[in-house]
């Protein structure tokens, strides 16, 4: 694994080439923080999954990046021991070949636009023991069904919103090209 200081501005193009063992990357900073950092295309290098995370409290973690070349990509649980409770806004940034994700169980918020690198996105899943969240028909919505949060940008055609869904989150929509009618 690599720890970044917050000090860090700027990852160059193929910085961690042919790092295939590198699974995780720790940055000593916040979200808001690593926001600023500029990362180069295909800066990874990285045939494997690799979370890029910072400390959200002293046992918790925020996924802030995630880099790999899977479709299906599953959030783990925990990484070093801490437990991951949040994925931040553009964790999902240049992900184009992802179609699905998993939230793990630990998983208690997601960001707007923590999805919004992911065009081919066609589903969200989330594994069982999440009482915050809930999948309904690869859809994310709220564990008691009454807030729409994210429709996968990669579907196609036509939506129907469920007659329980009261809230649609700020968001919720946003880049889902192929859609073309929501009733």
């Given at each position: 694994?690599?720890?970044?200081?917050?000090?860090?501005?700027?990852?160059?193009?193929?910085?961690?080439?042919?790092?295939?063992?590198?699974?995780?990357?720790?940055?000593?900073?916040?979200p808001?923080q690593?926001?600023?950092?500029t990362?180069?295309?295909?800066?990874?290098?990285?045939?494997?999954?690799?979370?890029?995370?910072?400390?959200?409290?002293?046992?918790?973690?925020?996924?802030?990046?995630?880099?790999?070349?899977?479709?299906?990509?599953?959030?783990?649980?925990e990484?070093?021991?801490?437990?991951?409770?949040?994925?931040?806004?553009?964790?999902?940034?240049?992900?184009?070949?992802?179609?699905?994700?998993?939230?793990?169980?630990?998983?208690?918020?997601?960001?707007?636009a923590?999805?919004?690198?992911?065009?081919?996105?066609?589903?969200?899943?989330?594994?069982?023991?999440?009482?915050?969240?809930?999948?309904?028909?690869?859809?994310?919505?709220?564990?008691?069904?009454?807030?729409l949060?994210?429709?996968?940008?990669?579907?196609?055609?036509v939506?129907?919103?469920?007659d329980?869904?009261?809230?649609?989150?700020?968001?919720?929509?946003?880049?889902?090209?192929?859609?073309?009618?929501v009733?």
């Amino acid at each position: 694994s690599v720890e970044f200081p917050r000090t860090i501005q700027e990852i160059g193009e193929a910085a961690f080439d042919g790092c295939v063992n590198l699974k995780d990357i720790f940055y000593n900073g916040t979200p808001e923080q690593w926001a600023k950092v500029t990362v180069g295309a295909q800066a990874s290098g990285f045939t494997g999954p690799v979370w890029f995370y910072s400390y959200y409290r002293n046992h918790l973690l925020d996924l802030i990046a995630y880099r790999g070349s899977a479709s299906e990509v599953k959030i783990p649980a925990e990484l070093r021991g801490k437990m991951i409770w949040s994925v931040e806004k553009d964790a999902f940034t240049d992900c184009p070949q992802v179609t699905s994700i998993q939230l793990s169980k630990n998983v208690d918020y997601v960001a707007v636009a923590a999805f919004s690198g992911c065009p081919a996105l066609e589903e969200i899943l989330v594994e069982e023991g999440i009482t915050r969240y809930a999948s309904r028909d690869g859809v994310l919505v709220s564990g008691g069904g009454k807030t729409l949060y994210v429709y996968p940008q990669g579907r196609q055609g036509v939506y129907a919103i469920p007659d329980t869904i009261e809230t649609i989150f700020q968001g919720a929509f946003a880049g889902c090209e192929g859609l073309t009618e929501v009733i």
